[in-house]
C-alpha cells in the first residue's frame, strides 16, 4: 500500500503538470515537470511535456541535461534518445545531433527511426536542405530506395518541388497504399501552374495502378471529372476488394462536385463499383445510386440499363428493389414518358406511399410544364397537401385564371417547396396584384412559355400581353407596365437582338410608368443591362438618374450597390 | 480639383438632374447642409468621402466635434446633395436660425467646431506586387471615395514624401523579417514571391540586407513626420516601424532574413530615443516564435502568450482643449469590439510617457489606439488588422465595407484621413 502511494505520487504531479499546461501557465507546468524528473529521470510524459512548454518561455535550454541525463539512464529506449536528438537539433547543436543520430544508427542498422527523428527535426527547425540531406543519407546506408517516401514528399512540397513531391509520393505508394488519401490531399493543393506537369508525371509511360488512381483523384478535386475517371477506370478493371474499395471512394470524391461532368462520373464510378461488389444488397443499392447520379447528369439511357440490372438481380434486398423502382419512375419522368410513368404509380406495388405520393407530384409538374394542364391537374386529385396547392396555383396561373392563382399561392403561402419556390411563388404574387380582371388566358400562355424555357416566345408574347392591357384603356395602374417589365427582364437575358428589344422595352416603361414602382425598377434592370453589354459610362449614367429621381423606391438601396460595381468600388472576392 | 471641376464632375448627368427638377423633386436650397453622424446617419462612412471632395473642391466646411457623433456642416448647394444622394448619406438642410442654435449648443457644451479647408494628399504604402492580405484604410478610402496615391520604398527613398500630406502604412514588417510568415506559411508561393521582391528591392536600393533597406525606409518616415507629416499606422507597421527606428545599429533581424542570427544583446543596445512611441521593449529573440516584441498585448501568433479579445473604449477629451484628440475619437460608438492583427495592442508599459492614449479597455495592460507628436508632424497608431473581421486570415476575402457602413472602427481611420484638413490654427494641441 505504501509503495502504491509512493508511485502515485508522480503520476498526480504530472497530471496537475498537464492541466496547468492546458490552461496556458507553463512556467508553472515546467516547474512541475522537472520536479517529476528530478523524482524519476526518464519519466517521458515529463519530458516531453518540458520539449512542449519550454521553447514558448524561451527555455528550451533547460532541457538539454534532463534528456541527457534520461539518455544516458536508459540508452535503448527509443523515446528518450529521439526527446535528446530534438532537443540538440532545436538548440543548434548539429555535431552533437549527428553524434547521437549515428551512433543510434549504429545499434541500430535496420531502424529509419534515428534518420527519421533527425530529420523531422530538422524540418521543424524549417531546415528543409539539412533534413532532406539525413533522408537521402538514411537511404543510402539502409538500401532501400523507397524508404522515407513520404518525408522526402513532404520536404518537396515545402520548397515549392511539386513534381518532386509526386515522384515521391508515387513510390511511397507501392509500399504504403493506405497513404493515398493522404497523397492526394496533399498534391491536390499544387498551384494551378502545377498540375499539369504532375498529371503528367503520374500518368506517361504505364502507370501502376496506385499512380493511376492518385492521378485520378487529383484530377477531379482540379476540376477534371471525366479525365480523371478515364485515367482511374483502368486502375480498377480487375475484381479485388481493394478495386471495389477505391472505385467508391472515387465516387464519393465525385460526389462533393456539383457539375453534370462529376455526375456523370459519380455515376460510372458507382456502377463499377456494383459490378465489384458481391451481387446483393450493396451491389443493388450501388446500382440505385448509379441510376439517380445518370439522372441528374442528364443520361436516361445509362439510367435505364442499369436499372434493369437491379431489376434482374434476384438478390437484391428490398430497400435496394424501391430505390430502384423510384429511380425508374424518375428516369421515365425526366425521359418524358409520362404515360409509362403514370402505370408505373398506378400498378407497382414495390413503390412506397411516401415515394408514390412525390413522384406523384413530380408528374404533375412535368405534365403542366409540357402543357397537359388538364392531366396535371388530374394528378393531384386526390392530394390536399401544400405542395400541391402551390402547383394547382401555377396550374390555375397557366390558364390564365388570375384570381385562382393568386388565391391558391396566398394558400400555399412560404411553406411550400424550397425558398426559391417561395420566392418565385411572392414574386407572381406582387404582379397578380398589380392586374385587373379575373381572367387573361394570353398572360397564362406567356407565362407557361416562359415556364417551359421558350423565353423568346416567352417574351414577345409577354410584351403582346401587356400591349393588350394598356390599349384596353389601362393606365399606369393597369398593371402593364409591371408586364412589360417582365418581358423586358426575360428578353435581357437572351441573345443581342432579344437585348437590343429589352432596352427599347425598359426605356418605354420608365418613360411610361411615372412614379409607379415599374420605373425605378425598369431603370435597374436598364442598367444592369448595360453593364454588362460593357456600356458602363451609360450605366452609372441610369443608375444616378434612378437614384436622385425616385429616392424613395425600394430598389435604390440596390442601384447604390450596383453603382459602386460599375464603378469598381466593391472588392472582388 | 477647383471648384468649377467638382461642379463639373458631379453634375456629369445634368439633363437628367434637370429633368429631376422639372418634376419638381429638387427640395428648395437652404443655407447650410448638416450630415449627422449620430445613429440616424444612413452610410458613416461614405459621409466622411461627401466632405472630403467638398473640401477637395475649395469649399470650407466645419467639422462639428462631439456634436450628434461629430457631425459636418458644408454649405447648401445642389452637386452636394446630388453627391451625398447618390452614395446615400443622409443630409439635413438646416436654415440661419438653426445654424445660430447649433453654434449656441456647441459654445456651451464639450464641443467645438472645426474648420476643415485644404484636402490632404494622401499616400498608402504597399508593395507594387499584390500581397495575399488586405489592408483596411486601402478598402477605407476606396469606400467613401477618397483618393490616393500608392508608394512603396522606391517612392520613400527616392524622396516623394515630401509631396503628400498624410501617409499610412498598413501590414508592413520593418523589421525585414516578412512577418516571420515562414513559420506559417513556408513554401507558398506568395511568400517565396515576396521574398524574392523585397531582396531585389534592396540590391536595386543598394542596402545590403531586407532588414536593412527596410530600417532605411523607417528612418525616411520618421524624417517626413518631423518635416510636419501626418502618418497613420496599423497592425505590425505600428510595432516595427519603431522597434526599426529603435535598431538603427543593431542587428534584431532573425538568421533566415538576412543570413546572420539576432545580435543576443540587442535589447541592451536599443536607442529608444529614436522611435516614435513606444521605449523599454523587449525584442523576441526566438526565430522560432511568430512575435516580434513584448510591445503587442495580445501575441495572436504565439499560442502560449495569445490573449482574448475583449472591447476597447474611446476617451471622452474636452474638445475645446484637446481638438486634436477629440477629432480622433469622433464616432457614434464609444465602445467598440476589438479585433486581432498581427500586432493587436500596445502594453502600457511599453508607450513613451509623451503618448496621448485615444483608446484601451478597461482593465487590461494594453491600449489600443495612441497618438503623438514628433518634430512638426503627428503620428496616430492603431492596433489590429481589420476592424470588421476581427481574426482575419491571410487569404480570406476581403471586407466589403457596403455591408458595414457604420463600422465605428473603420470611422477611426476615417477621422485619421480628415484630420489633416482641418485648419491648423484651430488645433491647441
Same mark, same amino acid.
Given at each position: 500500500?505504501?509503495?502504491?502511494?509512493?508511485?502515485?505520487?508522480?503520476?498526480?504531479?504530472?497530471?496537475?503538470?498537464?492541466?496547468?499546461?492546458?490552461?496556458?501557465?507553463?512556467?508553472?507546468?515546467?516547474?512541475?515537470?522537472?520536479?517529476?524528473?528530478?523524482?524519476?529521470?526518464?519519466?517521458?510524459?515529463?519530458?516531453?511535456?518540458?520539449?512542449?512548454?519550454?521553447?514558448?518561455?524561451?527555455?528550451?535550454?533547460?532541457?538539454?541535461?534532463?534528456?541527457?541525463?534520461?539518455?544516458?539512464?536508459?540508452?535503448?529506449?527509443?523515446?528518450?534518445?529521439?526527446?535528446? =536528438?530534438?532537443?540538440? @537539433?532545436?538548440?543548434?547543436?548539429?555535431?552533437?545531433?549527428?553524434?547521437?543520430?549515428?551512433?543510434?544508427?549504429?545499434?541500430?542498422? +535496420?531502424?529509419?527511426?534515428?534518420? +527519421?527523428?533527425?530529420?523531422?527535426?530538422?524540418?521543424?527547425?524549417?531546415?528543409?536542405?539539412?533534413?532532406?540531406?539525413?533522408?537521402?543519407?538514411?537511404?543510402?546506408?539502409?538500401? +532501400?530506395?523507397?524508404?522515407?517516401?513520404?518525408?522526402?514528399?513532404?520536404?518537396?512540397?515545402?520548397? &515549392?518541388?511539386?513534381?518532386?513531391?509526386?515522384?515521391?509520393?508515387?513510390?511511397?505508394?507501392?509500399?504504403?497504399?493506405?497513404?493515398?488519401?493522404?497523397?492526394?490531399?496533399?498534391?491536390?493543393?499544387?498551384?494551378?501552374?502545377?498540375?499539369?506537369?504532375?498529371?503528367?508525371?503520374?500518368?506517361?509511360?504505364?502507370?501502376?495502378?496506385?499512380?493511376?488512381?492518385?492521378?485520378?483523384?487529383?484530377?477531379? &478535386?482540379?476540376?477534371?471529372?471525366?479525365?480523371?475517371?478515364?485515367?482511374?477506370?483502368?486502375?480498377?478493371?480487375?475484381?479485388?476488394?481493394?478495386?471495389?474499395?477505391?472505385?467508391?471512394?472515387?465516387?464519393?470524391?465525385?460526389?462533393?462536385?456539383?457539375?453534370?461532368?462529376?455526375?456523370?462520373?459519380?455515376?460510372?464510378? =458507382?456502377?463499377?463499383?456494383?459490378? =465489384?461488389?458481391?451481387?446483393?444488397?450493396?451491389?443493388?443499392?450501388?446500382?440505385?445510386?448509379?441510376?439517380? !447520379?445518370?439522372?441528374?447528369?442528364?443520361?436516361? @439511357?445509362?439510367?435505364?440499363?442499369?436499372?434493369?440490372?437491379?431489376?434482374?438481380?434476384?438478390?437484391?434486398?428490398?430497400?435496394?428493389?424501391?430505390?430502384?423502382?423510384?429511380?425508374?419512375?424518375?428516369?421515365?419522368?425526366? &425521359?418524358?414518358?409520362?404515360?409509362?410513368?403514370?402505370?408505373?404509380?398506378?400498378?407497382?406495388?414495390?413503390?412506397?406511399?411516401?415515394?408514390?405520393?412525390?413522384?406523384?407530384?413530380?408528374?404533375?409538374?412535368?405534365?403542366?410544364?409540357?402543357?397537359?394542364?388538364?392531366?396535371?391537374?388530374?394528378?393531384?386529385?386526390?392530394?390536399?397537401?401544400?405542395?400541391?396547392?402551390?402547383?394547382?396555383?401555377?396550374? !390555375?396561373?397557366?390558364?390564365?385564371?388570375?384570381?385562382?392563382?393568386?388565391?391558391?399561392?396566398?394558400?400555399?403561402?412560404?411553406?411550400?417547396?424550397?425558398?426559391?419556390?417561395?420566392?418565385?411563388?411572392?414574386?407572381? @404574387?406582387?404582379?397578380?396584384?398589380?392586374?385587373?380582371?379575373?381572367?387573361?388566358?394570353? =398572360?397564362? &400562355?406567356?407565362?407557361?412559355?416562359?415556364?417551359?424555357?421558350?423565353?423568346? +416566345?416567352?417574351?414577345?408574347?409577354?410584351?403582346?400581353?401587356?400591349?393588350?392591357?394598356?390599349?384596353?384603356?389601362?393606365?399606369?395602374?393597369?398593371?402593364?407596365?409591371?408586364?412589360?417589365?417582365?418581358?423586358?427582364? @426575360?428578353?435581357?437575358?437572351?441573345?443581342?437582338?432579344?437585348?437590343?428589344?429589352?432596352?427599347?422595352?425598359?426605356?418605354?416603361?420608365?418613360?411610361?410608368?411615372?412614379?409607379?414602382?415599374?420605373?425605378?425598377?425598369?431603370?435597374?434592370?436598364?442598367?444592369?443591362?448595360?453593364?454588362?453589354?460593357?456600356?458602363?459610362?451609360?450605366?452609372?449614367?441610369?443608375?444616378?438618374?434612378?437614384?436622385?429621381?425616385?429616392?424613395?423606391?425600394?430598389?435604390?438601396?440596390?442601384?447604390?450597390?450596383?453603382?459602386?460595381?460599375?464603378?469598381?468600388?466593391?472588392?472582388?472576392? | 480639383?477647383?471648384?468649377?471641376?467638382?461642379?463639373?464632375?458631379?453634375?456629369?448627368?445634368?439633363?437628367?438632374?434637370?429633368?429631376?427638377?422639372?418634376?419638381?423633386?429638387?427640395?428648395?436650397?437652404?443655407?447650410? /447642409?448638416?450630415?449627422?453622424?449620430?445613429?440616424?446617419?444612413?452610410?458613416?462612412?461614405?459621409?466622411?468621402?461627401?466632405?472630403?471632395?467638398? %473640401?477637395?473642391?475649395?469649399?470650407?466646411?466645419?467639422?462639428?466635434?462631439?456634436?450628434?457623433?461629430?457631425?459636418?456642416?458644408?454649405?447648401?448647394?445642389?452637386?452636394?446633395?446630388?453627391?451625398?444622394?447618390? %452614395?446615400?448619406?443622409?443630409?439635413?438642410?438646416?436654415?440661419?436660425?438653426?445654424?445660430?442654435?447649433?453654434?449656441?449648443?456647441?459654445?456651451?457644451?464639450?464641443?467645438?467646431?472645426?474648420?476643415?479647408?485644404?484636402?490632404?494628399?494622401?499616400?498608402?504604402?504597399?508593395?507594387?506586387?499584390?500581397?495575399?492580405?488586405?489592408?483596411?484604410?486601402?478598402?477605407?478610402?476606396?469606400?467613401?471615395?477618397?483618393?490616393?496615391?500608392?508608394?512603396?520604398?522606391?517612392?520613400?527613398? $527616392?524622396?516623394?514624401?515630401?509631396?503628400?500630406?498624410?501617409?499610412?502604412?498598413?501590414?508592413?514588417?520593418?523589421?525585414?523579417?516578412?512577418?516571420?510568415?515562414?513559420?506559417?506559411?513556408?513554401?507558398?508561393?506568395?511568400?517565396?514571391?515576396?521574398?524574392?521582391?523585397?531582396?531585389?528591392?534592396?540590391?536595386?536600393?543598394?542596402?545590403?540586407?531586407?532588414?536593412?533597406?527596410?530600417?532605411?525606409?523607417?528612418?525616411?518616415?520618421?524624417?517626413?513626420?518631423?518635416?510636419?507629416?501626418?502618418?497613420?499606422?496599423?497592425?505590425?507597421?505600428?510595432?516595427?516601424?519603431? /522597434?526599426?527606428?529603435?535598431?538603427?545599429? %543593431?542587428?534584431?533581424?532573425?538568421?533566415?532574413?538576412?543570413?546572420?542570427?539576432?545580435?543576443?544583446?540587442?535589447?541592451?543596445?536599443?536607442?529608444?530615443?529614436?522611435?516614435?512611441?513606444?521605449?523599454?521593449?523587449? %525584442?523576441?529573440?526566438?526565430?522560432?516564435?511568430?512575435?516580434?516584441?513584448?510591445?503587442?498585448?495580445?501575441?495572436?501568433?504565439?499560442?502560449?502568450?495569445?490573449?482574448?479579445?475583449?472591447?476597447?473604449? /474611446?476617451?471622452?477629451?474636452?474638445?475645446?482643449?484637446?481638438?486634436?484628440?477629440?477629432?480622433?475619437?469622433?464616432?457614434?460608438?464609444?465602445?467598440?469590439?476589438?479585433?486581432? $492583427?498581427?500586432?493587436?495592442?500596445?502594453?502600457?508599459?511599453?508607450?513613451?510617457?509623451?503618448?496621448?492614449? /485615444?483608446?484601451?479597455?478597461?482593465?487590461?495592460?494594453?491600449?489600443?489606439?495612441?497618438?503623438?507628436?514628433?518634430?512638426?508632424?503627428?503620428?496616430?497608431?492603431?492596433?489590429?488588422?481589420?476592424?470588421?473581421?476581427?481574426?482575419?486570415?491571410?487569404?480570406?476575402?476581403?471586407?466589403?465595407?457596403?455591408?458595414?457602413?457604420?463600422?465605428?472602427?473603420?470611422?477611426?481611420?476615417?477621422?485619421?484621413?480628415?484630420?489633416?484638413?482641418?485648419?491648423?490654427?484651430?488645433?491647441?494641441?
Amino acid at each position: 500500500m505504501a509503495l502504491l502511494a509512493a508511485r502515485s505520487l508522480p503520476a498526480q504531479a504530472i497530471g496537475q503538470g498537464f492541466e496547468l499546461e492546458r490552461s496556458g501557465q507553463y512556467e508553472q507546468a515546467a516547474a512541475i515537470y522537472l520536479a517529476t524528473l528530478r523524482a524519476e529521470p526518464t519519466n517521458i510524459s515529463a519530458l516531453l511535456g518540458l520539449e512542449r512548454v519550454l521553447p514558448p518561455l524561451n527555455r528550451l535550454g533547460e532541457l538539454l541535461p534532463v534528456a541527457q541525463r534520461a539518455a544516458a539512464a536508459n540508452p535503448s529506449n527509443v523515446a528518450l534518445r529521439g526527446v535528446l =536528438l530534438r532537443t540538440y @537539433v532545436a538548440l543548434n547543436e548539429p555535431d552533437s545531433a549527428r553524434a547521437l543520430a549515428l551512433e543510434w544508427a549504429r545499434a541500430a542498422p +535496420r531502424d529509419e527511426a534515428p534518420y +527519421r527523428e533527425w530529420a523531422m527535426a530538422l524540418e521543424d527547425a524549417h531546415r528543409h536542405a539539412a533534413a532532406r540531406d539525413v533522408l537521402l543519407a538514411g537511404r543510402r546506408a539502409l538500401g +532501400r530506395a523507397g524508404a522515407f517516401g513520404i518525408e522526402m514528399a513532404e520536404l518537396s512540397q515545402l520548397s &515549392g518541388d511539386w513534381e518532386g513531391a509526386a515522384r515521391e509520393w508515387a513510390a511511397a505508394l507501392t509500399d504504403a497504399p493506405v497513404q493515398l488519401p493522404n497523397a492526394a490531399s496533399a498534391l491536390g493543393e499544387a498551384p494551378d501552374g502545377q498540375r499539369e506537369h504532375i498529371a503528367r508525371l503520374l500518368t506517361d509511360g504505364t502507370p501502376s495502378p496506385l499512380a493511376r488512381r492518385l492521378a485520378g483523384e487529383l484530377l477531379l &478535386g482540379w476540376g477534371q471529372p471525366l479525365r480523371g475517371w478515364a485515367v482511374f477506370e483502368p486502375s480498377v478493371a480487375t475484381p479485388s476488394a481493394d478495386a471495389a474499395f477505391a472505385a467508391r471512394r472515387f465516387a464519393d470524391l465525385a460526389g462533393g462536385r456539383n457539375t453534370p461532368e462529376a455526375r456523370r462520373v459519380r455515376a460510372l464510378a =458507382l456502377a463499377r463499383y456494383a459490378d =465489384l461488389s458481391p451481387p446483393g444488397g450493396v451491389a443493388a443499392r450501388a446500382r440505385a445510386d448509379a441510376a439517380r !447520379a445518370f439522372i441528374e447528369a442528364g443520361d436516361q @439511357v445509362a439510367a435505364r440499363a442499369v436499372l434493369e440490372r437491379v431489376a434482374q438481380d434476384s438478390n437484391a434486398p428490398p430497400d435496394a428493389q424501391r430505390l430502384a423502382q423510384r429511380a425508374v419512375v424518375e428516369a421515365l419522368i425526366e &425521359g418524358g414518358k409520362r404515360d409509362e410513368a403514370g402505370r408505373q404509380l398506378a400498378s407497382n406495388a414495390r413503390l412506397s406511399a411516401d415515394d408514390r405520393a412525390s413522384l406523384r407530384l413530380r408528374l404533375a409538374r412535368a405534365s403542366m410544364l409540357a402543357g397537359e394542364l388538364d392531366r396535371a391537374e388530374a394528378e393531384l386529385a386526390r392530394d390536399s397537401s401544400v405542395e400541391t396547392i402551390a402547383l394547382r396555383g401555377w396550374i !390555375a396561373l397557366y390558364r390564365g385564371r388570375l384570381s385562382d392563382a393568386h388565391r391558391l399561392f396566398l394558400a400555399a403561402g412560404p411553406y411550400a417547396g424550397d425558398r426559391r419556390d417561395a420566392t418565385e411563388r411572392t414574386e407572381m @404574387v406582387a404582379l397578380l396584384q398589380q392586374l385587373p380582371g379575373d381572367s387573361y388566358p394570353a =398572360l397564362g &400562355g406567356a407565362l407557361l412559355l416562359l415556364a417551359q424555357g421558350d423565353s423568346v +416566345r416567352a417574351a414577345a408574347a409577354l410584351r403582346l400581353a401587356a400591349g393588350r392591357l394598356a390599349t384596353g384603356g389601362g393606365g399606369e395602374g393597369s398593371g402593364w407596365p409591371d408586364l412589360l417589365l417582365l418581358a423586358g427582364r @426575360v428578353a435581357a437575358r437572351l441573345d443581342t437582338a432579344q437585348q437590343r428589344s429589352a432596352l427599347q422595352v425598359f426605356d418605354e416603361v420608365v418613360r411610361a410608368a411615372g412614379q409607379g414602382a415599374a420605373a425605378p425598377a425598369a431603370e435597374l434592370e436598364w442598367a444592369r443591362l448595360l453593364e454588362r453589354r460593357a456600356e458602363t459610362a451609360e450605366a452609372i449614367r441610369h443608375l444616378e438618374h434612378l437614384i436622385l429621381t425616385y429616392p424613395g423606391s425600394a430598389v435604390v438601396p440596390e442601384a447604390r450597390r450596383e453603382l459602386e460595381r460599375a464603378k469598381g468600388a466593391i472588392p472582388r472576392s | 480639383m477647383k471648384r468649377r471641376e467638382f461642379v463639373r464632375s458631379v453634375g456629369r448627368t445634368a439633363a437628367l438632374a434637370v429633368g429631376a427638377d422639372l418634376l419638381g423633386l429638387a427640395p428648395p436650397l437652404s443655407s447650410q /447642409l448638416l450630415i449627422p453622424m449620430d445613429e440616424s446617419q444612413s452610410d458613416h462612412l461614405k459621409a466622411y468621402g461627401v466632405t472630403y471632395r467638398v %473640401v477637395q473642391a475649395g469649399i470650407k466646411a466645419e467639422w462639428l466635434l462631439n456634436y450628434r457623433g461629430g457631425s459636418f456642416l458644408l454649405p447648401d448647394g445642389p452637386a452636394i446633395r446630388r453627391d451625398a444622394a447618390l %452614395v446615400g448619406v443622409s443630409v439635413e438642410p438646416v436654415e440661419d436660425a438653426r445654424v445660430t442654435a447649433i453654434r449656441g449648443e456647441i459654445e456651451a457644451s464639450n464641443m467645438d467646431a472645426v474648420p476643415l479647408e485644404k484636402a490632404p494628399k494622401v499616400a498608402v504604402y504597399v508593395p507594387p506586387n499584390v500581397p495575399p492580405w488586405d489592408d483596411a484604410v486601402t478598402m477605407a478610402l476606396q469606400y467613401a471615395g477618397i483618393q490616393f496615391d500608392k508608394v512603396w520604398d522606391f517612392e520613400v527613398l $527616392g524622396g516623394k514624401l515630401a509631396g503628400y500630406d498624410w501617409l499610412h502604412l498598413h501590414h508592413e514588417d520593418f523589421t525585414g523579417q516578412f512577418s516571420k510568415f515562414y513559420l506559417i506559411y513556408a513554401g507558398q508561393p506568395w511568400l517565396a514571391e515576396m521574398v524574392r521582391f523585397n531582396a531585389d528591392a534592396a540590391k536595386q536600393l543598394g542596402a545590403a540586407t531586407v532588414p536593412d533597406l527596410k530600417k532605411a525606409v523607417a528612418r525616411r518616415i520618421r524624417e517626413y513626420v518631423g518635416n510636419g507629416g501626418f502618418l497613420f499606422a496599423m497592425c505590425t507597421a505600428t510595432e516595427t516601424l519603431d /522597434l526599426a527606428l529603435a535598431a538603427e545599429r %543593431v542587428d534584431i533581424a532573425a538568421v533566415f532574413a538576412d543570413g546572420t542570427p539576432m545580435d543576443p544583446q540587442a535589447d541592451a543596445k536599443l536607442d529608444w530615443s529614436k522611435a516614435l512611441a513606444f521605449t523599454g521593449a523587449h %525584442v523576441e529573440p526566438s526565430p522560432q516564435i511568430a512575435s516580434f516584441s513584448d510591445i503587442d498585448g495580445h501575441q495572436v501568433n504565439a499560442p502560449a502568450r495569445r490573449q482574448p479579445l475583449g472591447a476597447f473604449k /474611446l476617451f471622452n477629451f474636452s474638445a475645446k482643449i484637446d481638438p486634436v484628440p477629440t477629432l480622433l475619437v469622433q464616432n457614434h460608438r464609444q465602445v467598440i469590439p476589438d479585433f486581432y $492583427g498581427l500586432t493587436t495592442s500596445f502594453l502600457r508599459t511599453r508607450l513613451k510617457p509623451s503618448d496621448i492614449v /485615444l483608446a484601451d479597455e478597461e482593465g487590461a495592460p494594453w491600449v489600443k489606439y495612441i497618438n503623438g507628436n514628433h518634430g512638426k508632424g503627428t503620428w496616430t497608431f492603431f492596433g489590429g488588422h481589420d476592424p470588421e473581421d476581427q481574426q482575419h486570415q491571410i487569404g480570406d476575402p476581403p471586407t466589403d465595407l457596403s455591408l458595414h457602413p457604420h463600422s465605428p472602427g473603420y470611422r477611426l481611420i476615417l477621422n485619421n484621413v480628415l484630420f489633416p484638413a482641418a485648419k491648423k490654427r484651430e488645433l491647441k494641441t
